[in-house]
């Protein structure tokens, strides 16, 4: 029996709390909360999640930086029971075609230094480690990583950005769900009644 197919989508509102529950498990002290909150209230068409079988098991969410030429990538995190399965390759080959898409010629992303499992994913990929860096407002030092997107890449369009009723739409629907401080309690009450 073969094994299900990655598929990729687009986050929606459903998926916060897996995704909460996934930047709590892998970037504890990383991330702050409102960050995040603010990256699935105001750009979740940046936001991506994938599935094996129907299920979500793994997220990117990436930030188009046109002046540089390069798609950054801001978070990525995959579910343990779901790694080794080509979920994170294919999150990237998606960012791929997304960079494709907007004209950018490369992938980049930083890495914790103290991550040796995504220092070396990010190896096996293809990416080509560049500086240490110092973050004084995380305290914490990262390795910054570019890998050029292949030429012929077929382009995947991020879509329209939304309009700015969608976006006071997506924030009201952030407020009647009584996630408007964003904490992980919140969000987790939130999704068991919206589900």
Do not use: K
């Amino acid at each position: 029996m073969n094994p299900s197919p990655v598929s990729i989508r687009g986050a929606g509102p459903q998926d916060w709390a897996f995704i909460h529950a996934l930047v709590a498990q892998h970037f504890t002290g990383l991330v702050a909360e409102s960050a995040l909150c603010h990256w699935l209230c105001h750009e979740s068409h940046r936001v991506f999640v994938a599935e094996l079988g129907g299920r979500p098991v793994g997220f990117i969410h990436v930030q188009p930086r046109p002046a540089a030429g390069e798609l950054w990538l801001n978070l990525i995190a995959v579910q343990a029971e779901a790694r080794r399965g080509g979920v994170a390759a294919r999150l990237l080959a998606h960012c791929e075609a997304l960079a494709a898409g907007q004209g950018l010629t490369r992938l980049a992303l930083q890495c914790h230094v103290g991550n040796p499992q995504g220092l070396a994913f990010y190896a096996r990929a293809g990416f080509l480690r560049g500086e240490q860096h110092h973050d004084p407002e995380i305290g914490q030092d990262f390795v910054r990583h570019v890998r050029a997107v292949p030429p012929g890449t077929v382009a995947a369009a991020f879509g329209a950005a939304p309009s700015i009723w969608a976006g006071r739409l997506r924030r009201l629907r952030y407020r009647l769900r009584g996630m408007g401080r964003g904490t992980l309690g919140e969000l987790r009450s939130a999704q068991r009644l919206s589900g």
